[in-house]
């Protein structure tokens, strides 16, 4: 299986910081059809997961573009710019390039 | 509105079976490939599995932990998608939720396995 491994497990950061997730992938996440299968989720406490970015830097719909995504084959990170209180949560990469999907463990993204 | 609503979690014994349910509305649930991704007391996700539509002929995959143990089903008259899980084990303890490829997630329902 795909190991996903994410740094740091957490963060402190003050309201209007920027900060920087990385996600490392055991593996090319370069699937046959070119594209590469790596998203970002958000997971606010109490709630589901939500996706955030899919295949690399494509933005959800009513995402915010004080979040950007980039990366290749298998180093991914994932950049919050001017944080806001709403923006606190667990986030995860996920790989969905090869069988079974995995995940990453998580940041945790609190306030300072 | 999309919306996914997971049903049937509870506390159940070890060796014991309990069935999901996943009501869906608000896309075209036919065409629709359906997950379940549970998510550990330690909160760590885990997507188990996967089922395609009609014209991919239901195909179903699993993660190799829960093989041979759950069983992923759909019925696209109710807009619907099932998880049975059989052969319960403690470490099936998790929050469990359906998914329409990671994009849409629903709230959960947690299951307990414990004696």
């Known amino acids: 299986d795909v190991v996903m491994t994410q740094t740091p497990p957490s963060l402190s950061v003050a309201i209007g910081q920027s900060v920087s997730i990385s996600c490392k992938s055991s593996?090319?996440?370069?699937?046959?059809?070119?594209?590469?299968?790596l998203h970002w989720l958000l997971q606010s406490s109490g709630r589901s997961p939500k996706r955030l970015i899919y295949?690399?830097?494509n933005l959800d719909s009513g995402v915010p573009d004080r979040f950007s995504g980039t990366g290749s084959q298998k180093d991914f990170t994932l950049k919050i710019s001017r944080v806001e209180a709403k923006d606190l949560g667990v986030y995860y990469c996920a790989q969905t390039t090869h069988f079974p999907w995995t995940f990453g463990g998580g940041t945790k993204l609190e306030l300072k | 509105e999309v919306q996914l609503v997971e049903t049937g979690g509870g506390l159940v014994q070890p060796g014991k079976s309990l069935k999901l349910t996943c009501a869906t509305s608000?896309?075209?649930?036919?065409?629709?490939?359906m997950h379940w991704v549970r998510q550990s007391p330690e909160k760590r996700l885990e997507w188990i599995a996967r089922?395609?539509?009609?014209?991919?002929?239901?195909?179903?995959d699993y993660v190799e932990s829960v093989k041979g143990r759950f069983t992923i089903s759909r019925d696209d008259s109710k807009s619907s998608v099932y998880l049975q899980m059989n052969s319960l084990k403690e470490e099936d303890t998790a929050t469990y939720y359906c998914?329409?490829?990671?994009?849409?997630w629903g709230q959960g329902t947690l299951v307990t396995v414990s004696s």
């Open positions: 998914s329409r490829s990671f994009a849409y």
């Open positions: 295949q690399v830097s």
């Open positions: 593996q090319s996440l370069v699937y046959s059809d070119g594209k590469t299968y």
């Open positions: 089922i395609k539509d009609k014209s991919n002929n239901y195909a179903t």
């Open positions: 608000g896309f075209t649930f036919s065409t629709a490939w």
